[in-house]
């Protein structure tokens, strides 16, 4: 008896990063988000590794149903979007593990053990602001609380994105400092 190939549908949407895109799946590829900023750090990941091979992708990053592919900024996503959608594709029908370990669970996670502050923090980023920003192919991690100063990683289309300055500043941050009165200011790390 011969066994069915899975099939997969693979669609695009445009985030706010002019150079991200997402390639989007019909269910779901993880449930923690990984975002792999250099060909070293995909070593675990068979899928962002193959997409590192192409020279102008400079950023993998897999969430929920979608990844996103950051490219470089000389060449246009008509020239390389179908060579990265069948790509991705084709990975996905042949059903290949996306890790070779997974990975570990991620710093937004609440924890009893936290500090109250910092799991009210973390409870407001991933009920009010992770949504949204996955929405734009995404996702924003806690890293610390100190002073009154909210680290975050960004990672995704998010992270040199030209839009996510404002997104901090007017959203983010106004949104932690209106619900946390002891929030002063959201940073983002490593941007």
Do not use: H
């Not at 920003?133 to 996702?139: H, L, R, S, T, Y």
């Amino acid at each position: 008896m011969e066994t069915q190939k899975r099939v997969v549908n693979i669609y695009t949407e445009t985030p706010p990063n002019p150079n991200s895109m997402k390639f989007c799946a019909e269910f779901q590829l993880v449930s923690e988000s990984v975002d792999f900023a250099s060909p070293t750090s995909a070593a675990n990941c068979p899928l962002a590794a193959d997409l590192f091979r192409f020279s102008f992708v400079k950023r993998v990053f897999i969430s929920s149903n979608f990844i996103t592919v950051t490219k470089a900024d000389d060449i246009d996503w008509a020239d390389i979007s179908p060579m990265l959608k069948s790509l991705i594709k084709g990975y996905l029908e042949e059903e290949k593990p996306l890790f070779i370990t997974l990975p570990g669970s991620s710093a937004y996670e609440v924890n009893p053990n936290d500090p109250e502050i910092v799991q009210k923090i973390k409870s407001l980023l991933d009920e009010y602001i992770r949504p949204a920003v996955e929405q734009d192919g995404g996702a924003i991690n806690f890293s610390s609380f100190e002073d009154g100063i909210v680290k975050v990683q960004l990672q995704g289309s998010c992270s040199g994105c030209p839009s996510s300055t404002v997104t901090l500043k007017a959203g983010i941050e106004n949104l932690l400092k209106r619900m946390i009165p002891e929030v002063k200011e959201v940073v983002a790390e490593g941007v």
